[in-house]
């Protein structure tokens, strides 16, 4: 079995993040970079389908620039057995879905029995590219799953997934598109041993351009501006006895509506 997951490298979401001065981007000298945590879940779930049949082959992708081939080690240095970046100096700036055009690109030849993507990137939290690759390559697509289940003599996964108010289970036929969501497993930490073996794998690297030549003009989205939310007010402290702060904490809420 064939096994891609669609990988991300975001800022570390306990990092400090500053906007730019033209309002379009973020500062990214001295932000820590990671692999983005739905992704996480992603990988582990495609390692632990490794571990239990045996027969299979798991390769993270990705699009971006060199700095991405760390995040991409530390895919391998917890099992992976493959890792493709995707990318081209002229691609400063792309958007989901150039980004998921790529990837179907390199996927159409590729061919995997099953898709696996976090449910979103944490940096735009858009939650778009996976559906799109999906929908390109002609597979169906689950999203949020919580639970995960090979089927072997059917060919076939079992899924429970997140549905506005409960539950979905779902059984769907390889190959398929699949997003991880939280609590879907506790990923792994990468062990030593994978750590020096990953710095011995190579990256493959594929030109962009040359996989989708217009790929600068696909583009559908632009950003228009980038603020960070605004400050929260300061907290008010109550004064006086406890049934005094229970009389002005509820004249408090009912002033702003929340009872």
């Known amino acids: 079995m064939k096994i891609t997951v669609l990988v991300k490298q975001v800022p570390d979401t306990a990092t400090q993040i500053q906007i730019k001065s033209d ?19 992603a990988v582990e779930e495609a390692l632990r389908l490794k571990e239990k049949i045996g027969d299979c082959e798991v390769t993270a992708l990705t699009v971006g620039p060199s700095q991405t081939a760390e995040m991409l080690r530390s895919c391998m240095a917890m099992g992976a057995d ?13 958007d989901p879905y150039v980004t998921a055009l790529l990837l179907a690109k390199k996927l159409e030849s590729a061919k995997p029995d099953l898709l696996w993507c976090g449910r979103q990137a944490v940096d735009d939290d858009m939650g778009y590219v996976g559906g799109v690759v999906a929908e390109k390559l002609g597979l169906p697509f689950v999203a949020q799953v919580t639970r995960f289940e090979y089927l072997v003599d059917k060919k076939a996964v079992k899924v429970v997934r997140q549905i506005e108010g409960g539950e979905e289970t779902l059984e769907v036929l390889l190959p398929c598109a699949l997003s991880a969501q939280k609590g879907l497993n506790e990923p792994r930490y990468p ?3 994978g750590m020096m073996k990953a710095k011995k794998k190579e990256i493959e690297e594929v030109n962009a351009i040359e996989l989708l030549p217009n790929a600068a003009e696909e583009a559908r989205t632009t950003v228009i501006d980038l603020s960070p939310p605004p400050q929260r007010p ?26």
Request: cysteine-free; hydrophobic content about 40%; charged content about 35%.
């Open 23 to 41: 309002h379009l981007g973020i500062v990214e000298d001295g932000v820590k970079v990671v692999l983005s945590p739905y992704d996480e879940f």
């Open 82 to 94: 493959r890792a493709v970046r995707i990318w081209d100096k002229s691609l400063e700036k792309i």
């Open 191 to 193: 062990s030593l041993t």
């Open 234 to 259: 300061p907290g008010k402290m109550l004064q006086g006895t406890p049934e005094e702060m229970v009389k002005e904490l509820i004249h408090e809420l009912r002033g702003r509506k929340v009872l």
